[in-house]
């Protein structure tokens, strides 16, 4: 008798926690807005800098974490856009250096394949696939890497704006793994 009696408290104990754990899964699911956003950053290398960024978008007071996902990886997609023209601009100067011009040219392809991932990463986000969403935004953060490497020297224009390139993935990169933690 004594057996079933902690038998029966122990499966009321374990259900008890169960219960505890949905709920504050639940909860969390729950969040929007600002304490999303605040949690979400903290996993980020510039909480300060992600707040600013994702509290930026007029539509992020009812933002759920797909929302922020997207609006993330937009602005890292205009962010793209903006180094690919200046990419381009720059190529076109007879000053410049043979060297320098032909490591933009290698830049520009490596920028075009950055939009590409981040393409991808939507799409892979749209899906349900949100473990391919990381990859791509590591393979686009590899772009950009291998964008700044292609330029001699160390303080052109581009690496500098390619700062914020990789700030905007990594704030992807930390909401699309809380989603993969979501599921």
Known sequence: METIAKRCLSLILMTTCLILVHHQTAAAKELKGKKLIEKVCADTPDKAACIKVLSSDPTSAKASLTDLAMMSLKMAAANATGILTDAKMMIDNPDLDPDVQQGLADCKETLLDAEGQLEDTVAALLSGAKHDAQLWLRAALAAIDTCDASIPGADDVLSKKSVG??????IA???SKALAHES
């Open 173 to 175: 990169l930390a909401i």
């Open 165 to 170: 390139f990789r700030q905007l993935c990594n």
